[in-house]
């Protein structure tokens, strides 16, 4: 099973504590994307969360780039195979309408021949293997063929599918139809993700698609901590759960104390997080929106450290 990147939160602190928690759980994880804007590539802070010494576990780590200029994509990817990493991932998933909109992650769907452009220039300059990740398209489900019609042309290591539209963000719901009508064009070994949430999912997503290679599990592994562990094992983990929720979570907000300096963004990092692991918890919405409606760090803390107890 593979990690899904979610930026901000499947980070390398996000990692190490998970790994430490739950070892084994996740074979690899593909880190929250390297911007090819926003600043100059050669800034090592940039590209902080993949560097080897913060990476140094049993989960490999996938790093990902988002952007769409083919020189500025091989540079970043030289760095990274110098680095000892043998794989990049290219996204073509984002959502975010500011990304779209430039013809980055998910606005890159509509346009094929731009996306094939692109690999004509990338593809014979890798030292390294290169994954894509993809959604069923921005504004259309039938963007997907042509693009996997593209992606049939090049040696891929693996096609990662999120069955919603770019426009959908993460509303609606997936639409499996067109996943199970495109999954026997694609080539290349294809990966699952999305709304896997509990080993029924996985287990509903494995029967239907025997073809899939592997799942990516996003916001699932926040709302259940040990479901990759239950979706291993086939087992719920009824017993084991509650009280290795309430450690992981622990665990999480420590590492944050420990590593971010400002008060002020230790506490927005905690209500980041805490938005997705309360519903990990046998608490109510309304206990766990008391948390986000505190402003001071010692009040944030308390209250997490009562309902993790």
């Avoid at 600043?39 to 790093?63: E, F, I, Q, W």
């Avoid at 988002?66 to 990274?80: I, M, S």
């Avoid at 026997?184 to 509990?198: A, E, Q, S, W």
């Amino acid at each position: 099973m593979i990690l899904a990147p979610m930026q901000g939160l499947t980070e390398v602190l996000m990692r190490r504590v998970y790994e430490e928690c739950f070892p084994g759980a996740f074979q690899t994880a593909v880190a929250p994307f390297i911007s090819l804007t926003h600043g100059p590539l050669n800034n090592l802070t940039k590209m902080a969360d993949v560097m080897p010494d913060n990476n140094r576990g049993a989960m490999s780590v996938v790093p990902q780039i988002l952007g769409k200029e083919p020189d500025e994509f091989v540079q970043v990817a030289e760095r990274l195979s110098e680095w000892g990493y043998r794989e990049v991932n290219w996204n073509m998933g984002c959502p975010m309408r500011m990304v779209a909109a430039k013809h980055r992650g998910s606005g890159l769907l509509p346009y094929p021949d731009e996306v094939r452009a692109i690999l004509d220039r990338v593809v014979p300059r890798l030292s390294m293997a290169l994954s894509v990740k993809v959604r069923l398209g921005l504004k259309s489900s039938d963007e997907i063929f042509k693009i996997v019609e593209v992606l049939n042309d090049y040696p891929i290591q693996s096609v990662t599918i999120h069955p919603r539209l770019g426009r959908q963000q993460y509303t609606g719901v997936p639409d499996m139809d067109t996943f199970g009508q495109v999954l026997p064009l694609v080539k290349h070994p294809v990966v699952y993700n999305g709304d896997i949430c509990t080993r029924n999912d996985a287990i509903r997503i494995r029967t239907k698609y025997p073809q899939v290679a592997d799942l990516m599990i996003g916001r699932g592994v926040f709302y259940r901590p040990t479901l990759p562990l239950e979706i291993a094992s086939n087992s719920n983990a009824a017993e084991s759960y509650p009280p290795a929720a309430r450690h992981f979570i622990g665990r999480l907000m420590e590492e944050i104390d420990r590593c971010i300096p400002s008060e002020e963004s230790r506490i927005r990092k905690k209500k980041e997080y805490w938005c997705l692991l309360w519903k990990s918890l046998p608490i109510s919405e309304i206990q766990a929106r008391g948390v986000l409606r505190e402003r001071n760090l010692q009040a944030v803390d308390n209250l997490i450290a009562k309902y993790t107890q």
